[in-house]
């Protein structure tokens, strides 16, 4: 029996908003989160659907996904990569992993 190839793993930027979860982390006063994401998948529905497990086990109400694509998708519509933004990247890649790269924490007056 014959294993099915490895199809290749892409690491995605997702922007994903978050609510109000008793026990989720966030501040007191915060309202929700945005979260910059960076996470690895043979495509992106892969890669948001294991956001989504993730944040969820970590106590997240997560409200909405937006993806932007892989880092040549993001070079050629492009976007400006920082050095550590890359970095970033290469490890969600070699770890297979889902990583929080920045939380912009959202507060009721701030609307």
């Known amino acids: 029996m014959s294993e099915k190839p490895k199809r290749p793993h892409h690491v995605y930027t997702l922007l994903v908003e978050v609510g109000r979860r008793k026990e989720d982390g966030l501040p007191e006063g915060a309202s929700g989160a ?8 043979v495509d992106e ?13 970590a106590g997240m109400n997560v ?3 937006t993806g932007y694509g892989t880092l040549e998708e993001r070079e050629a519509d492009g976007h400006d990569i920082e050095a550590d933004e ?12 889902v990583i929080v790269a920045q939380t912009t924490v959202f507060r009721e007056d701030d609307a």
């Open 86 to 97: 890359r970095t970033l990247m290469a490890r969600a890649l070699e770890e297979n992993a």
């Open 34 to 41: 945005a979260l910059m994401c960076y996470a690895s998948g």
């Open 63 to 65: 409200l909405e996904v």
């Open 45 to 57: 529905d892969e890669a948001v659907r294991e956001s989504v497990a993730v944040l969820k086990t």
